[in-house]
Every structure is written in C-alpha cells, then in structure tokens.
C-alpha cells in the first residue's frame, strides 16, 4: 500500500490531519477570514478540509488550494462537489512551492504543510508572496514542549521550543494576532484516531494483501508516538499580519 492510500485510511476519523479539534479550527478560521468576501489560499491544502470549512461558513468567501498529491485533489473535489461548494473552490495540482497566482489572498494558510517549504520561515516567505495589503497568514507548525530525544528529533523535525519559534517569527518581521497551541487532549486525541484508523482498517480487512502491513504500520507508529515524541513535541498555530 502506498503512502498515500495509507494517510487516506489513517486521517479518515481526523480529516484536519493537524491536532486540532474542531471548536480551535473554527476559532482559528475565524481570526484568520477578516471580511466575509475573502479569497482564502491553502498551500498544501491536502483534502481541502480547511477551505471547505471555511467555504461552508462564508457563503461569499472563494478559495483556491494547491497540493501535489492527485488522490488529495480528488478528494477535495469529491468533498466539494457533496457540499454544494464546487463553484467558489479552485484546486491547483501542483507543487506549493511553485505556486504562483495573478491575484492576490486575504488570508493565506498553510497548517502541517512546513515540510514541503523546508521549515517554517520559508513557508512564510511563501504566503508572503501571495498575501494581499492587510492580509493574514494562518500557519500551523510544530515546536517542542520539552527537551526532545535525538530519535524524536530525527523523527519529526528539528524545531525550536515556543518562545524561540515566537522569537523567529517576529524577527522575520511578522506579528502574531491570534494563537492556539494544540492541548495534550487535541494531540493525544489525532495519534488515536490515526493509528487507531489504520488498526481498524486493517481487521476489518483481514484477507486484503495489505492488511498486515497496515497493521504493523499502525503499532509501529503508536510505539514512536508513545515512547519518542508524545512527552516532548508540541503544536502551534499562528495569525499573523505583516509587522
């Protein structure tokens, strides 16, 4: 099974795929969309799952979303279409990165999507580009609570504590508006629902070829999360204005 159809079975009791439940990401879209007319751009919207939220509470709102991945770009599109949000979304199949636009956004958002930038200064550089006078960016990155181990580290990422992340941030000449770092609950409560996800899929499909190897993955992936990173690595996400 590939990567893909193995994030497809994991996040779907958890579509955000961030460790956010849903009262923070309504609150976080909220802070972010500051006029009810706004174009809204998603760099690695994955499913669209924050753009159809967001298109859902707005009926004036428009957004775009670019992701590599086709099968994400399918189910965003399958996801709008079930809705009735088809005509205010416009998905992009490409690389964010590369993305370029003739307009610009209002609010800019790229939550869990670092990696594919190179870190988080670079993801901002990115939204900086597409952001309209006034806009916002709503971003979402990791940090870490505690001294992480170098399993973890090599793991996840090598991130910053809270504050010095803060401290990058401003320094690059951004001022955080609105925050909400993921509580022990939100975190605690996306690792069980993906491997927990995987687990299920697996038993319930015990004659499928793939169905051991989903469920080694699962095991494997709760034991790193259980034993290398859930005391140490912490989630946060910011709206910022240009400073």
């Not at 199949?93 to 610009?104: E, I, K, L, V």
């Not at 670092?114 to 670079?122: D, I, M, N, S, V």
Request: proline fraction near 5%; charged fraction near 25%; charge should be negative.
């Amino acid at each position: 099974m590939n990567r893909e159809q193995m994030s497809r079975i994991a996040h779907a009791r958890h579509p955000i795929k961030s460790p956010l439940d849903d009262d923070s990401v309504r609150e976080l879209l909220a802070q972010g969309i500051s006029q009810p007319d706004a174009r809204v751009l998603d760099l690695g919207c994955g499913g669209g799952e924050w753009l159809l939220r967001a298109l859902a509470a707005s009926p004036r709102l428009r957004a775009e979303g670019v992701d590599i991945s086709e099968d994400a770009m399918a189910q965003a599109r399958e996801a709008a279409g079930s809705l009735g949000l088809q005509e205010r979304l416009v998905l992009h199949h490409q690389a964010a990165a590369d993305f370029t636009s003739a307009h610009p956004f209002d609010l800019v958002l790229s939550v869990g999507a670092a990696h594919a930038f190179g870190g988080l200064l670079p993801t901002l550089a990115a939204a900086r580009r597409h952001l309209a006078p006034g806009g916002r960016v709503l971003v979402g990155d990791g940090f870490w609570e505690e001294e992480p181990s170098q399993e973890a580290v090599e793991m996840l990422g090598d991130f910053a504590d809270l504050a010095t992340t803060l401290d990058r941030v401003t320094a690059d000449g951004w001022t955080p508006v609105h925050g909400h770092v993921s509580t022990r609950r939100e975190r605690d409560d996306y690792e069980w629902a993906c491997w927990g996800s995987l687990a299920s899929w697996a038993l319930d499909h015990p004659d499928d070829p793939d169905s051991s190897e989903v469920l080694a993955t699962a095991a494997t992936r709760r034991s790193e999360w259980l034993r290398s990173y859930r005391e140490s690595f912490g989630f946060v996400c910011l709206v910022l204005r240009q400073t």
